[in-house]
């Protein structure tokens, strides 16, 4: 019976081992591309328009909520990260509840940056892609629009500085 049960768990193991997609990916798919966001002024835009419009920069992402303790608690460390790397462009996308509570936390934690709300949250194709588990969330994209990091969970991350370097 032991043997049997080893034999179960051990297949288990593999097929799951197997099944999971370890490769971060290194392009945004169409439809990440195209999903859109809320800017501060109101308007709607295409993600693939807001890496346009930072083109030949060096981008981190910050996904975040001014709901979100660790967010807010790793606010000083992404200051530091913008203090330090000042060549580097911070785009902060919020999956706050409202638009309102998005601008009141930007201005509450005061957070430069280029600022999105993602109205549709991590259901929206963005979301989907980046597999939204955890914020705050930290991205590195290159110059040229390549995803060198997918996912951090710390803004001091020794990830995300060796791509800003």
């Avoid at 201005?107 to 259901?123: A, L, P, R």
């Avoid at 194709?125 to 951090?152: C, S």
Wanted: proline fraction near 3%.
């Amino acid at each position: 019976m032991k043997i049997k049960k080893r034999a179960v768990l051990l297949s288990l193991a593999i097929i799951s081992f197997l099944s999971c997609n370890t490769e971060n990916p290194t392009q945004f798919t169409p439809d990440a591309l195209n999903d859109t966001f809320l800017t501060l002024d109101g308007n709607t835009i295409a993600f693939k328009d807001i890496l346009e419009t930072h083109k030949g920069k060096t981008l981190v992402i910050d996904i975040w909520a001014s709901w979100c303790s660790d967010c807010i608690k790793g606010m000083p460390k992404v200051k530091d990260l913008q203090q330090q790397y000042k060549e580097a462009t911070y785009i902060f996308l919020s999956l706050d509840k409202t638009p309102q509570a998005w601008k009141r936390g930007i201005e509450k934690y005061q957070v430069e940056g280029n600022h999105y709300f993602m109205h549709s949250g991590k259901d929206s194709a963005f979301g989907k892609f980046v597999n939204i588990d955890w914020i705050p969330r930290y991205m590195v994209i290159d110059t040229q629009k390549n995803i060198k990091l997918f996912k951090a969970v710390e803004a001091d991350d020794k990830r995300i500085i060796q791509h800003l370097q």
